[in-house]
């Protein structure tokens, strides 16, 4: 492989149409169908499907196939299918709806508005996961362009990946025999720990998010009445809180929400926080002056990678401080996110955290905790050689460090899914989503550099994953 060809034909083609290309997809509001529900009337999914079956066309390889696939009350998926050399199957995954917009943009940056700072282009989607597709399609593209073989590639690129990929398992099922048994699926919707190598993910967390209901009252009384004598919702969720985690030091209580952790994780969680030292940490936006839970490094990992955790993440019944009179609140409406180790029984954990909340309520105050959606986490399966070499090898050559491998604190739901169908594949689990980048949050941007290099990576890969296949050669 040439890597100076391989490396100029990718960077042309991100800067001449791949970066226009992404910046007219940001301008589109295509949020997920969990944060917009009039998503068919609105018609925004449409238009990001449609600029990107565009884009493709126009950057099309001999024989590719493209489709735009619908199912009855389904989100669409793209699905592309290119010829390889061989009749074995790469599978390479991305998605294309967003989260929604977040306050807390820097003056001068919006969630619809691209803009290019630098090495940096901000908006929302752009790196979560709005390059998945360009960059796929380009590293199928600069292998053709430099007479490389390579198995066959198919590329699906969802539309409900951020409402937890309800629509996926059925377009997997309808496409199974089309899909074939893929010996490699490569997904470009996680993370990385810096922008100066191939980060690549070897666990995800499972979730559970759902909504705490507390009500105490019929409607709200003064609190000259009400309070000594009407429970405090605000006191029942922190007792209800304390049955789940420990207040002090955010430890989960409930034993089916833990998990051992395996050995071969913690030596790559030690090795990853070698690589990164502090900026574990310091690369979030901390304000001045506050600390992390622990400043022990290899414990903030695992926390953050292999164990549950708790967070609050919305509150619906207070006023806003403006409004709030003297009044006994009469109901709490809390939205909980629990983050669940990768190995661990989601259905279990639900039914903990359940009970946990629900049973012998204080004062027998009416509480309910309806689960919104759960999802088990994923453990990859053990490396081949071929594929911890390819990796290794594609890092040192695009970005000129090693590769790391490290387990993730997020959550991609539909990886389980994929693992439980394609059980004999490999899985490279790679992405752009490095320090600051903060996808789902404000200020969202993809590193350019990265993209790029990701892609040549990604490139690579797939030229290795070519040359160790067993299938015979057309």
């Known amino acids: 492989m040439n890597i100076q060809a391989i490396s100029q034909y990718i960077n042309q083609l991100w800067d001449q149409s791949i970066l226009p290309t992404l910046q007219d997809y940001i301008r589109i509001p295509n949020k997920s169908p969990a944060f917009d529900p009039e998503w068919q009337k609105n018609g925004h999914i449409e238009r990001a499907v449609m600029l990107i079956k565009d884009w493709c066309t126009e950057q099309a390889i001999d024989n590719m196939a493209l489709e735009v696939v619908r199912l009855p009350n389904r989100t669409p998926l793209i699905f592309i299918d290119i010829p390889g050399n061989n009749n074995d199957t790469v599978l390479l995954y991305g ?6 917009e977040m306050t807390g943009w820097d003056e001068g940056l919006d969630p619809w508005t691209p803009v290019l700072r630098g090495d940096r282009l901000y908006g929302r989607g752009s790196a979560d996961d709005g390059y998945a597709v360009f960059a796929s399609l380009t590293a199928v593209k600069a292998l053709r362009a430099e007479n490389i073989p390579h198995s066959r590639c198919v590329i699906i690129i969802e539309a409900c990946e951020e409402s937890g990929s309800i629509d996926l398992p059925f377009y997997i099922d309808a496409l199974k025999d089309r899909i074939g048994q893929p010996s490699l699926v490569i997904c470009l919707d ?15 967390r499972g979730m559970i998010g759902g909504v705490l209901d507390i009500k105490v009252l019929k409607e709200g009384v003064h609190s000259g009445r009400g309070s000594g004598i009407v429970p405090s919702c605000f006191r029942i969720l922190r007792e209800l809180l304390d049955r789940v985690e420990n207040a002090s030091n955010g430890e989960i209580l409930l034993s089916d929400l833990q998990v051992a952790i395996p050995e071969n994780r913690m030596t790559q969680t030690a090795h990853a926080v070698d690589v990164l030292g502090d900026t574990l940490y310091k690369t979030l936006p901390f304000l001045n002056g506050v600390e992390p839970q622990t400043k022990n490094l290899q414990e903030l990992l695992l926390n953050q990678t292999w164990r549950p955790t708790l967070s609050v993440t919305g509150l619906n019944g207070l006023p806003k401080n403006e409004n709030a ?14 983050r669940l180790p990768p190995t661990c029984d989601a259905e279990k954990a639900v039914q903990a955290v ?10 027998q105050a009416k509480v309910q905790f309806t689960v919104k959606e759960q999802g088990a986490g994923w453990n990859a399966p053990t490396e081949s050689a071929w594929l911890l070499s390819a990796v290794n090898e594609s890092s040192q050559h695009f970005f000129g460090k090693a590769a790391v491998y490290l387990s993730e604190g997020a959550s991609i739901p539909f990886m389980g899914m994929l693992g439980k169908k394609f059980p004999q594949a490999q899985f490279l689990i790679t992405g752009v989503l ?31 994953q070519y040359q160790t296949s067993s299938v015979s050669p057309l």
């Open 95 to 100: 998605h294309l709806d967003k989260q929604p």
């Open 190 to 204: 996680s993370g990385c720990g810096n922008y100066e190598q191939m980060w690549v993910t070897t666990s995800l």
């Open 325 to 338: 009179g003297n009044v006994t609140v009469p109901e709490l409406s809390v939205k909980l996110s629990l």
């Open 354 to 363: 359940k009970q946990a909340l629900e049973t012998s309520p204080p004062y």
């Open 434 to 464: 490095g320090p600051e980048s903060n996808a789902h949050g404000p200020n969202e941007f993809l590193h350019i550099p990265t993209g790029k290099k990701l892609t040549a990576c990604v490139a690579e890969v797939i030229a290795k």
